[in-house]
């Protein structure tokens, strides 16, 4: 098991750039595939990004696609999500994922471990 833990989340303007950081526990983490999810009020979580072992392959929703950059530390046992040019659309919840099956996996019931979540908002 992996126990997962998000960081980072806050209040922005439209245009800013935040850091979101999911601190890994447990099991070894370079087996498992990262990813992070979010969840806006109302609406069904949805894939954000997901970043393979060694962290050489990496995958993105369109949406965000040029603007997020997702990237882990196998050492560190961390993986990062670097949000910029943010925009009201991206306000939500943002969760940390992991599984060791499919690459990439794209739905969120392919996902074991779950963090808590981390709140980013972002101001027009």
């Known amino acids: 098991q992996v126990q997962l833990v998000e960081s980072g989340g806050g209040l922005v303007q439209a245009g800013d750039s935040l850091r979101l950081s999911c601190a890994a526990s447990g099991r070894s983490f370079r087996t498992y595939l990262m990813a992070w999810f979010r969840q806006a009020p109302g609406k069904e979580r949805e894939f954000v990004a997901t970043?393979?072992?060694?962290?050489?392959?990496?995958y993105y929703a369109d949406s965000v696609k040029g603007r997020f950059t997702i990237s882990r530390d196998n050492a560190k046992n961390t993986v990062d999500l670097q949000m910029t040019s943010l925009t009201p659309e991206d306000t939500a919840i943002y969760y940390c994922?992991?599984?060791?099956?499919?690459?990439?996996?794209?739905?969120?019931?392919?996902?074991?471990?779950w963090g808590q979540g981390a709140q980013v908002t972002v101001s027009s």
């Open positions: 994922a992991a599984e060791d099956r499919k690459w990439p996996a794209l739905a969120s019931d392919e996902y074991d471990y």
């Open positions: 970043i393979s072992y060694g962290g050489r392959n990496t």
